[in-house]
């Protein structure tokens, strides 16, 4: 008979919030690295230390592009991956017959965080340096303290403190954090390559909803030619910047005939859920010369379900047409972002238990929910038929001016992953 008694919901909730002061202050070291695209090495290797402390076994490596360029949602690049590391810690339970659950029901989980920010703009416009945390009224300042390093400390301390109570997950669990989300996906992709999979994965983006679907989307870069002229003589000339706008007014156009369509993941929230974002624009050599080359980058939002070359060829139609009409040479580049939408079911398996556990956890039934960017989950749930979903602390500014996230939201996340650890995977004797 087995006498070990195994911590229920509120005594790992306990734990977690006894380890409230450790999350925000490694939060606050997270958030000090600054790791825009390509400086995201120093991160890393913080993680790769945290991970031992925990134990893990740790996994560092460089993603190999030979490797991953040919699979499904892979997203070309004009970038070396030399030095671009994604960083796994590794659970692997002892064999044992003291676990919270049968061996039949010990599910195996994936905790997948990107350690990438974006650029902060102006550094001008934020309250303190976007790389120097800070607290005040209850929320955490700094770039990238929501998107995403909040919701990897959660994983992180929601493991810790079921180690504290002196047990591990009866199943396998991977503690993921990858380069790239911000514009590819592919680190994730590439820890999918590698070989590491489980029969769920969870990703703390910071929504504070369990997310139900996601849209897709594709960057690219129009390269619009003119024809330099003086301004004496403007006629002569083709001003390649009044020719990017107007195919940028096409552009918008096609923006709106998509919106006209509706789908059911989004139609219930979201009146204009597909955005086209033009996200830089550059051109022109001298006040009083006609521009003879403008170049601008897109980010064009699509439904689930709908053909990545449909997508492409769409936007291709649109622009070969309104070029034509103004006799404007052009070329079109596919770099970044090549994803497709998904949808999560709610009524799988892992989705319901993650609601019954947020309920047992915090009390109050979560939000199921759809949103209008990309995650990586879709590499999950498209390609690797494991189920997937975001559920991560409340931020504000994501991608703005004084980012922040909630450490009351923080310690509430943590709380429900560390309780679907229990739920999921069962729990065995640390010893």
Request: charged share 25%.
């Amino acid at each position: 008979m087995n006498s070990i008694q195994f911590p229920t919901h509120e005594k790992i909730i306990e734990a977690v919030d006894k380890l409230q002061n450790e999350a925000i202050e490694k939060l606050k070291q997270m958030v000090s690295f600054d790791s825009v695209l390509g400086n995201e090495r120093d991160v890393q290797l913080y993680v790769e230390e945290v991970f031992k402390s925990l134990d893990l076994k740790v996994d560092r490596f460089e993603i190999d592009l030979e490797k991953i360029k040919h699979l499904p949602g892979f997203s070309p690049v004009n970038w070396s991956y030399k030095g671009k590391e994604n960083v796994i810690g590794i659970h692997e339970p002892a064999p044992t017959q003291h676990a919270s659950k049968p061996e039949s029901e010990r599910k195996s989980l994936i905790f997948n965080g990107h350690v990438d920010v974006v650029p902060t703009g102006r550094d001008a416009l934020w309250t303190q340096n976007p790389f120097s945390p800070y607290v005040k009224d209850g929320r955490l300042y700094g770039r990238g303290s929501g998107d995403m390093k909040a919701g990897i400390i959660a994983f992180i301390i929601a493991y810790k403190a079921i180690k504290e109570l002196g047990f591990t997950p009866a199943a396998k669990v991977l503690l993921q954090t990858v380069v790239e989300e911000e514009c590819t996906g592919n680190g994730t992709l590439a820890c999918l390559e590698r070989g590491y999979r489980a029969d769920a994965a969870i990703i703390p983006e910071p929504f504070p909803e369990i997310i139900t679907a996601q849209v897709g989307l594709v960057w690219c870069k129009v390269n619009v030619r003119g024809k330099p002229a003086h301004t004496l003589e403007m006629s002569k000339g083709i001003n390649a910047i009044d020719g990017a706008m107007y195919l940028v007014g096409e552009l918008r156009k096609l923006e709106a005939e998509w919106n006209t369509v509706k789908h059911e993941a989004f139609s219930d929230k979201f009146d204009h859920p597909l955005n086209f974002n033009l996200g830089m624009i550059s051109g022109g050599e001298w006040t009083s010369s006609v521009p003879c080359e403008c170049s601008f980058d897109l980010r064009a939002g699509f439904y689930p379900g709908t053909p990545l070359e449909k997508v492409r060829k769409t936007i291709i139609d649109t622009i070969d047409r309104a070029a034509k009409e103004k006799n404007l040479p052009y070329t079109i580049e596919w770099n970044g972002f090549q994803a497709e939408g998904v949808t999560h079911s709610a009524s799988g398996d892992m989705m319901k238990q993650l609601g019954a556990t947020y309920k047992s956890a915090l009390g109050t039934d979560a939000i199921y929910s759809p949103v209008l960017c990309t995650t990586d989950s879709r590499f999950f749930e498209l390609y690797y038929n494991i189920p997937a979903t975001c559920l991560g602390p409340e931020s504000k500014a994501i991608h703005g001016i004084d980012e922040s996230v909630s450490l009351e939201s923080l310690r509430d996340i943590t709380r429900v992953l560390a309780c679907f650890i229990s739920d999921w995977c069962g729990l065995q004797p640390l010893h």
